[in-house]
């Protein structure tokens, strides 16, 4: 069971915080593990290992912390500029 989530809305060139270019999740276990992932193009949740690579020094993105709100209103978005929704598919 996850012990907390922390959002992030991807930044680039050509993207805001307001109209980010992607949204990342990073969740932390109670053994002390994590886990990152990304919302996608299929529309899903899927591991990344975009976050690390930030971490490590990668600058073509910025990743700025958001709430678990503007995260979700980011998936939304995304879901209706795909042209749909997949059940389940959203941020938890």
Same mark, same amino acid.
């Given at each position: 069971?996850?012990?907390?989530?922390?959002?992030?809305?991807?930044?680039?060139?050509?993207?805001? &915080?307001?109209?980010? !270019?992607?949204? *990342?999740?990073?969740?932390?276990? #109670?053994?002390?593990?994590?886990?990152? @992932?990304? %919302?996608?193009?299929?529309?899903?949740?899927?591991?990344?290992?975009?976050?690390?690579?930030?971490? &490590?020094?990668?600058? !073509?993105?910025? *990743?700025?912390?958001?709430?678990? #709100?503007?995260?979700?209103?980011?998936? @939304?978005? %995304?879901?209706?500029?795909?042209?749909?929704?997949?059940?389940?598919?959203?941020?938890?």
């Amino acid at each position: 069971m996850p012990d907390s989530v922390t959002y992030y809305a991807v930044v680039d060139e050509l993207s805001s &915080r307001e109209q980010p !270019a992607g949204v *990342f999740r990073r969740t932390y276990f #109670d053994d002390g593990g994590m886990d990152d @992932e990304a %919302f996608t193009r299929n529309m899903v949740w899927e591991r990344s290992g975009l976050l690390a690579s930030a971490e &490590r020094g990668d600058t !073509a993105n910025d *990743f700025v912390e958001i709430s678990e #709100d503007e995260a979700n209103q980011i998936v @939304e978005r %995304f879901r209706q500029l795909s042209g749909g929704s997949e059940p389940g598919a959203g941020a938890p």
